[in-house]
């Protein structure tokens, strides 16, 4: 079993930076499929972003949803657990409640099905 809780979320200005974290606990993230997703305000759930592993000295491979490519980045830190989607020049369009999610193999990572495990979500929320 996997636990993923998310935090970093906030107000920000149009342009500004939050950084998100999404630290996992109950199993050590030896091999693992990890993305974000976020839901705007009555909308569905969107991907945003996936980072991929096997092993923890591995490459990690990485993709981004065309809407944040070259914005957000995904990050993982071994050590911590942790993964990490900085966003920057964020826009009111990045308004939502950002989840991260979990699976223990590899996966494309973009569909929401693919994942077992959710954090409860963090709010962010871009003023104009």
């Known amino acids: 079993q996997v636990q993923l809780v998310e935090s970093g979320g906030g107000l920000v200005q149009t342009g500004g930076s939050l950084r998100l974290s999404c630290e996992a606990s109950g199993r050590t993230l030896s091999s693992y499929t990890m993305g974000w997703f976020r839901q705007p305000p009555g909308k569905e759930r969107l991907f945003v972003a996936v980072?991929?592993?096997?092993?923890?000295?591995?490459?990690?491979?990485?993709y981004y949803a065309d809407s944040v490519k070259g914005r957000f980045t995904i990050s993982k830190d071994s050590a911590k657990n942790t993964v990490y989607l900085q966003m920057n020049s964020l826009k009111p369009e990045d308004t939502a409640v950002y989840y991260c999610?979990?699976?223990?193999?590899?996966?494309?990572?973009?569909?929401?099905?693919?994942?077992?495990?959710w954090g409860q979500g963090t709010q962010v929320t871009v003023s104009s």
């Open positions: 980072i991929m592993w096997s092993g923890a000295w591995s490459p990690r491979r990485t």
């Open positions: 999610a979990a699976v223990g193999r590899i996966v494309v990572g973009t569909t929401g099905d693919e994942y077992e495990y």
